[in-house]
């Protein structure tokens, strides 16, 4: 999701020491032409998904039910 939205992987980087350090801070940004159109639930979905810590990141049963998940929208 993180890509599909940002268009680079959440912890891109050219070198293994930092892509390694960057999964272990759970260092991503967002572009800030993206920032605008994300939902407040959009970004706690993210950053639940994106947690290094086992214990900090939610498991799939928990994010089945995240409201950006069961939240209906307008038409």
């Known amino acids: 999701m993180f890509e599909l939205l940002n ?3 959440p ?3 050219t070198k293994r020491e ?3 350090a960057k999964v272990e801070r759970s260092d991503y940004c967002f572009k800030d032409s ?3 159109f994300l939902t407040i639930e959009a970004l706690s979905f993210i950053s639940q998904t994106l947690q290094h810590n086992e214990h900090e990141r939610k ?3 928990e ?3 995240h409201p950006y998940i069961t939240t209906s929208f307008p038409e």
């Open 11 to 13: 912890f891109h980087s």
């Open 18 to 20: 930092d892509f390694e």
């Open 7 to 9: 268009g680079l992987t």
């Open 63 to 65: 994010l089945i039910n």
């Open 59 to 61: 498991c799939i049963s």
């Open 34 to 36: 993206v920032v605008p």
